[in-house]
């Protein structure tokens, strides 16, 4: 009686079992038919500019096939040839935020992609320069420099109608293509054989020309003629490449070896400097070493002054501490490599400071402003200044301007 008892409670168990497992795949299965397919997300972007030994760049010649890349772009996405597939025609421009020759072109080039683009014509510009060996003096017709965030900033404000694609950490698609100068343009055909190679026009300010070379290679390839000047040279700036960063160290270990010098100050001296008797844009910043912002944005302040030093552009700085502490304004100055013209205001009145410098000036600090010659003041800023506005005032102000 207990045998049989025993393997009742067993039976039952087994079909008890199966029947959990039943269920269990079915639910297993009802809920992989709701479940959506998973998503490839892309992975996010982060700069990472990295050096290299130098080699030997050589230019794409005529007939060689358009060389694949994997690039991201400034709007998020990453780019590779296939995705420009469906083009008739596939133009790709090396270009650069700092340099004054691209700039001058930007605007032909999206003029080119308004007229062009109905026609199958594809336009992509690619950044290849390394932020490593950017200069800060070379960026004297900029408010950028040539890095991704920058190119982020440059294609947004100036709205480019095209895929705007960072090659700087690598430099691989340069590499590849090997554009001169910036900006280099490459023509490519319905089988992505190179057709055109070179300048987009002959005339380089802007309103001189309308991008004549190459929109007569475009009209050439969509019309199935032959170029009639596949190969012309392209002017601007050189290309940026990465083991040019020994350069940039040495210039800035020259600045770092520069004087610092520091002398005394007056009222009547604070107001000429104000008049501003030069042929200079004169940027004056009144700080303090005890002041958190002062001593935040001057570094920047710094950088804008070796951006622009080369152009009509001088940096003053007026410390308002107390004459008795010359040493520890010097200290800060050479720590901040600031070789410029300082001063150190010599009274403790610190409101016949603020009345020399600008009867608008509350008495805050910072306070920065930018007189032209002849004393107008065409920036007046309290506290931290936003440097990219005040290069962008500075680039835009007509004794300085983008373009040569």
């Excluded at 030997?56 to 040839?81: C, H, M, N």
């Excluded at 002017?235 to 800035?252: L, M, N, P, T, Y």
């Excluded at 102000?397 to 040569?404: A, E, F, L, S």
């Amino acid at each position: 009686m207990c045998l049989l008892t025993l393997r009742l409670m067993v039976n039952k168990i087994r079909w008890q079992a199966h029947i959990v497992c039943l269920v269990v795949l079915g639910i297993v299965v009802f809920c992989s038919g709701c479940t959506e397919p998973t998503k490839v997300v892309e992975e996010e972007f982060q700069s990472s500019p990295q050096r290299r030994p130098e080699v030997e760049v050589q230019t794409l010649e005529i007939g060689a096939v358009a060389p694949d890349f994997r690039l991201p772009g400034v709007d998020g996405k990453w780019y590779t040839l296939d995705d420009f597939a469906d083009a008739k025609v596939l133009v790709v421009v090396f270009t650069a935020n700092h340099c004054p020759t691209a700039q001058a072109y930007e605007e032909r080039i999206k003029a080119v992609v308004r007229d062009y683009s109905e026609k199958g014509v594809q336009v992509v510009a690619i950044s290849s320069n390394s932020p490593l060996a950017l200069l800060y003096e070379e960026c004297g017709y900029t408010d950028l420099g040539d890095t991704f965030e920058d190119m982020k900033i440059r294609a947004r404000d100036h709205e480019f109608n095209f895929p705007y694609l960072y090659d700087g950490d690598t430099q691989e698609t340069a590499l590849r293509y090997g554009p001169v100068a910036t900006p280099h343009a490459f023509v490519f055909d319905g089988e992505r054989r190179l057709r055109y190679t070179g300048r987009i026009d002959a005339s380089e300010k802007p309103g001189t020309a309308n991008a004549e070379d190459l929109r007569a290679a475009l009209d050439a390839v969509l019309e199935d003629r032959e170029v009639a000047a596949p190969v012309t040279k392209a002017f601007g700036c050189s290309i940026k490449w990465s083991w040019k960063a020994d350069w940039r160290e040495r210039v800035d270990r020259e600045w770092a070896q520069q004087p610092i010098t520091l002398e005394t100050i007056d009222a009547d001296g604070v107001r000429r400097l104000m008049e501003n008797e030069s042929d200079k844009l004169r940027l004056i910043n009144v700080w303090a070493t005890w002041c958190g912002p002062c001593v935040v944005e001057f570094p920047e302040l710094v950088v804008i002054h070796r951006m622009y030093k080369g152009r009509p552009f001088e940096l003053v700085t007026v410390s308002s501490d107390s004459p008795e502490q010359e040493g520890e304004v010097l200290k800060f100055l050479q720590q901040h490599q600031a070789a410029v013209r300082n001063y150190l205001f010599d009274s403790e009145d610190q409101y016949a400071l603020v009345d020399a410098i600008d009867p608008d000036w509350s008495g805050a600090l910072p306070y920065t402003v930018l007189v032209e010659p002849g004393g107008k003041v065409v920036y007046r800023h309290e506290g931290l200044i936003d440097p990219l506005v005040l290069k962008r005032t500075i680039v835009d102000h007509p004794m300085i301007g983008r373009y040569y």
